[in-house]
């Protein structure tokens, strides 16, 4: 029996209450489902826009990184936010991500309506290395 060609990418301290991964990766291509701000230790969801981007992009990077990448492998991230023009908090961490303009990912940010006390949600797509 053959390796399944797809396989599920699993980071402790998040996980989606339905049965689906954090991510998914075949061959050198990984898309990640949807990634919000809940506390990895608590799995409390902070109260305010910029504790929920520290944490979104904690849990990027451990996903990413749970992959066999790094930041620097992402592509494409797409951020839905309850309010899409408070940006600071967001930027703030993207530019800590990311520092150098010329080696950014694409970026969407959407408007979204949340249930509970999200903020702030991501998902990425990232292209690994093939070895």
């Known amino acids: 029996m ?24 075949i061959g050198c291509l990984v898309f990640s489902g949807a990634i919000t701000g809940r506390d990895p230790a608590t799995r409390e969801m902070p109260a305010d826009l910029p504790a929920q981007c520290v944490n979104m992009f904690r849990h990027v990077r451990e996903i990413v990184e749970a992959a066999g990448g790094s930041t620097d492998d992402i592509v494409k991230m797409t951020v839905w936010l309850r309010d899409y023009r408070d940006r600071d908090a967001l930027n703030q961490q993207w ?11 694409a970026r969407h940010a959407l408007a979204a309506t949340f249930d509970g006390h999200t903020l702030v949600q991501c998902d990425f797509i990232a292209v690994l290395d093939e070895t």
């Open 95 to 105: 530019e800590a991500m990311f520092p150098d303009p010329d080696s950014r990912p």
């Open 2 to 25: 053959s390796a399944p060609r797809r396989s599920s990418i699993h980071v402790g301290g998040f996980e989606h209450v339905n049965p689906v991964p954090a991510a998914s990766r």
